[in-house]
């Protein structure tokens, strides 16, 4: 795909805006005829003849998006999915035309881009604060100029009992919505030099600390591989096959592997884990943490 310019990107945009806008509306008749062979038989003209018929409807409703500051062109492209899916969705066995259908489509599909995209924090997730993201403005406006002023909590309550929403949820979405987020490459700084991102604190260990996490990790094994020795043959199976694997057998696994009971097992783990920790509480003031336990 070759590099296109933001130049170039809104010729292109204007272009299929213009287009669409002047593509011929489909009848009823039309409609049904094309989408039940699109369906039907997979034929691809009829297909694109109602997503050029119907392309203004896209452009009519991502227009209506464009105060969440996302890209037109990505607002339309969007769309058309939408409109896809209604084409591959639609049912004429119904009472209804595919226009109507696939207003739905378009604008759900454009929705759940912008709530992906408008901002990194996932803004709504139940249909109610979906509602209450996308008519929040309209609403808050509505109460400003009904009451002459800003809103308040009495206009937020308003706000809450005509979406079905939480106050509370009518407070965080009013912060989120007022607060955009800033990206990690913002040049920041009276020079004009610096990106916000190299403000922000290295937290992973340096070299000599992952130096030293190193050493100690190879004498705790050594530690470990000593103690070990000292434990008889059915002992150290059990031992590691319980405590040194990340996933350990069970007891029923290894009575069975040894002809002894459960219970048995359970008794042999318990001495073995006696013996370890007298030795290791020479080095370490909790052997357990070597063990696994």
Do not use: C
Not at 25 to 54: G, M, N, P, T, V
Not at 202 to 217: C, K, N, S, V, W
Not at 227 to 252: H, M, P, Q, W
Request: a neutral charge; charged letters at 30%.
């Amino acid at each position: 795909m070759g590099y296109v310019d933001d130049g170039g990107l809104r010729k292109a945009n204007a272009a299929f805006i213009r287009r669409s806008m002047k593509a011929p509306l489909l009848s009823r008749e039309d409609e049904f005829s094309y989408a039940k062979a699109w369906r039907e038989e997979h034929d691809e003209s009829s297909l694109h003849k109602l997503i050029e018929a119907y392309n203004r409807l896209v452009v009519s409703t991502a227009s209506k998006f464009r105060h969440y500051g996302l890209p037109m062109s990505d607002l339309i492209q969007e769309g058309v999915v939408g409109l896809l899916q209604a084409a591959n969705r639609f049912e004429t066995e119904r009472d209804v035309r595919f226009s109507t259908y696939a207003s739905w489509w378009i604008r759900a599909s454009i929705q759940d881009f912008v709530l992906r995209n408008w901002s990194i924090v996932r803004t709504g997730t139940t249909a109610a604060q979906k509602s209450l993201f996308f008519n929040l403005r309209r609403l808050r406006a509505q109460i400003e100029e009904a009451q002459g002023r800003s809103l308040g909590e009495t206009g937020r309550e308003k706000v809450a009992e005509k979406l079905g929403v939480s106050l509370r949820d009518v407070r965080l979405m009013e912060g989120r919505m007022a607060a955009s987020d800033q990206s990690l490459n913002e040049v920041i700084g009276e020079e004009g030099q610096t990106e916000r991102q190299s403000l922000i604190p290295d937290q992973r260990p340096g070299p000599e600390a992952l130096a030293i996490e190193h050493r100690d990790g190879e004498t705790r094994r050594v530690w470990l591989k000593e103690a070990i020795s000292t434990l008889s043959d059915r002992e150290e199976i059990i031992i590691r096959e319980r405590r040194l694997k990340d996933e350990g057998v069970t007891l029923e696994q290894l009575g069975h592997r040894f002809g002894v009971s459960k219970e048995r097992v359970r008794q042999l783990e318990h001495r073995a884990l006696q013996k370890l920790k007298a030795i290791l509480v020479t080095h370490v003031a909790e052997p357990d943490d070597l063990l696994l336990e």
